[in-house]
Each structure stands twice: as structure tokens, then as C-alpha cells.
């Protein structure tokens, strides 16, 4: 992840554990998977095991784990620090 913004400066990580509360946006994002997961594995056999539902997960969450963390971190990043538009209509901003 790049430091700050290459177009207008904004650093990424305002502060140290900035992104602590990302995790609970990664945490609703696996619970949604784990209940779309269920719902299919529901449709598609006649018994859900425990085990077919550990597999299943385990291999979605690993499988979309990159995604599902850089999604958590811009959507906790964006609840704070707003757009602003396109590179050439904002100003620079000026953090040490």
C-alpha cells in the first residue's frame, strides 16, 4: 500500500492502528460470504455438513482474502476522509 496519495498527498494511515476498525468491515464482509456460501451449499446438496461448510468457506475466505482486505481498508478509509474528485481538481495536501 502506497504511503500517501501520489495525486494529492493524503496519507493513507493517519495514525498508528488507524485501521483497526477495518477488521469489522472485513468481518461483516465474511459473514455475508459465509451466509451466500450456506445458502448455495443449502441448495445444491440434500445434508449440509459441518464439514462441507468449513471446506467451503475456507477456500472462499483464502481464495478472496486479498480482495476482502483492501476493500475493508478503503471503505474505513472513505467513512473519514471524503473524495475529493478527479487528480487535477483538488488542491495538493500539505502532511509531514
Known sequence: MNKACPCCGQVFEPEVGYYYGAMYVSFAFNVAIFLVGFFILYQLVEE?????MMGLMAVTVVVLLPVI?????VLWINIFI????????????AHS
Open 48 to 52: 449440509v455438513t459441518m464439514l462441507m
Open 69 to 73: 482486505f483492501r476493500l475493508s481498508r
Open 82 to 93: 471524503h473524495y475529493e474528485g478527479p487528480c487535477d481538481q483538488i488542491p495538493k495536501k
